[in-house]
């Protein structure tokens, strides 16, 4: 699946709250920190952009999808 151009870090961060068990801790400036404890603790920080840049947006799915043993599509298809 392509990764979306016009994704906001608002949004991003709802999808992994709702979905994939992830927890807003706090936000700081203009990024949102998130952490889940399942599988394990992990900590990730999202930035709260209208839109975020894709590498970035691949990083974070990458970094997810690779906590949760999961394919990057996997998230994409939570949207």
Not at 44 to 52: D, E, F, L, N, Y
Not at 65 to 71: F, L, R, W
């Amino acid at each position: 699946m392509k990764t979306p151009r016009n994704l906001h870090g608002k949004e991003l961060a709802s999808v992994l709250v709702r979905k994939w068990s992830y927890s807003i801790v706090h936000q700081t400036g203009s990024h949102i920190i998130l952490v889940t404890e399942q599988p394990a603790h992990h900590r990730i920080s999202i930035p709260a952009h209208k839109p975020v840049r894709v590498g970035t947006l691949e990083d974070i799915l990458k970094e997810v999808a690779s906590h949760k043993g999961v394919t990057k599509d996997d998230i994409l298809n939570s949207f």
